[in-house]
């Protein structure tokens, strides 16, 4: 497995950007698809955007396309979320995780520490 950790996150007015990053450990990193997921307080966690073990293909939930771009790069073993034009309703806090392609689940039940995100009105 991975092991990952997650930074990046703070506080931001509506509007707003911030860039997510996920840095992992492993040798096996690079032949995973890599997700980000989120959780807001009394919510379950959330799919939110997800690039293949390639970087060739991306995929994200409706409600951030447009907004967010995920990338990564194997040669250093991170994954970015640069997230644009960011709205309350996307508070939360981020994670990274190896995910499941066909489903866009993570692949294991393991978790880095996350990172806050808080956007204001």
């Known amino acids: 497995q991975v092991q990952l950790a997650e930074s990046g996150g703070g506080l931001v007015q509506a509007g707003g950007s911030l860039r997510l990053s996920c840095a992992a450990s492993g040798r096996t990193f690079s032949s995973y698809a890599m997700g980000w997921f989120r959780q807001a307080p009394g919510t379950g966690r959330q799919f939110v955007a997800a690039v293949s073990a390639s970087g060739l293909s991306t995929n994200y939930v409706n409600s951030v396309k447009g907004r967010f771009t995920i990338s990564r790069d194997n040669a250093k073993n991170t994954v970015d979320l640069r997230m644009n034009g960011l709205k309350p309703e996307d508070t939360a806090k981020y994670y990274c995780?190896?995910?499941?392609?066909?489903?866009?689940?993570?692949?294991?039940?393991?978790w880095g520490q996350g990172t806050q995100v808080t956007v204001s009105s």
């Open positions: 995780a190896p995910t499941r392609w066909a489903t866009m689940t993570p692949l294991f039940d393991s």
